[in-house]
């Protein structure tokens, strides 16, 4: 029963996700007012705001005006269960699995409004710093100075990148978002992972900007959110990072 558990806990966080990547793009409270219809502004009783298991019973449309209710709400509900259940089965209930679903659900929002808006809220990136910093003298993962030299390490190392990317070209490179992004990463997995998280999140986005290039869905010039790489380096980093480094990455271990 543990695992149902898990997972029902996981579709409720979700359904929290869901009104954070909805407001924070527009700097609205996430917890005030109540959840509402965005189209009519009705007030979404309890009864009809269970995760899932609403959307289902509603067939996808409000019970007020009927408009449509975006897939994305269930897909952002069930992905978080799973997510949540995935860690712990990698972890149990313990201390890494409390701090990790932290970890997780602060990258996978991100990487959503980040797909939508093409910015990174700063209540996660630059709160997710000290977090992450408390999460790993609470932990014990990694040691105090490791963490210390990510939040360096990533902010600095992208910094880095996207001055000489804008001298070169003239033109921005990666936004403050990304650069704020992979500090944050810095602060839960230590400096040791930034560059396996970066060679893993540029080697998946330039595969997928690559195919979106080919099918014409991208032009050269329009750009494609770097955050949910990023965020995919990290979760990789997470659960094979030791295979990585040991095989990939020796000299970024220690």
Not at 2 to 26: D, M, Q, T, Y
Not at 146 to 152: K, T
Not at 172 to 198: F, H, N, R, S, T
């Amino acid at each position: 029963m543990i695992e149902a558990f898990i997972f029902v806990f996981g579709l409720i966080w979700g359904s929290f996700f869901n009104v954070c990547i909805h407001r924070l793009p527009k700097e609205q409270s996430v917890l005030f007012p109540r959840s509402h219809c965005p189209n009519c502004q009705a007030l979404i009783p309890w009864y009809l705001n269970i995760p899932v298991v609403s959307f289902l019973y509603l067939k996808g449309r409000c019970a007020q005006c009927q408009k449509s209710i975006c897939w994305e709400y269930p897909l952002v509900e069930i992905l978080t269960g799973v997510v949540f259940l995935l860690l712990y089965l990698r972890f149990g209930l313990s201390t890494q699995w409390v701090g990790y679903t932290v970890f997780f659900s602060g990258l996978w929002v991100s990487s959503i409004v980040d797909l939508h808006h093409q910015i990174i809220p700063d209540e996660i990136s630059i709160g997710g710093i000290p977090v992450g910093f408390l999460y790993v003298l609470w932990s014990g993962d990694i040691l105090w100075w490791q963490s210390l030299l990510g939040i360096v390490a990533g902010g600095g190392s992208f910094l880095a990148v996207s001055w000489v990317y804008e001298k070169i070209t003239g033109r921005d490179g990666l936004g403050g978002g990304d650069v704020k992004l992979l500090a944050m990463i810095g602060a839960w997995l230590g400096y040791q992972a930034i560059l396996p998280v970066i060679v893993i999140s540029s080697a998946v986005g330039s595969l997928v900007g690559i195919s979106l290039m080919v099918a014409k869905a991208k032009g050269m010039k329009e750009a494609i959110p770097f955050g949910p790489f990023l965020a995919a380096g990290a979760v990789v980093q997470c659960f094979w990072g030791d295979k990585i480094g040991e095989y990939l990455f020796p000299f970024s271990n220690g």
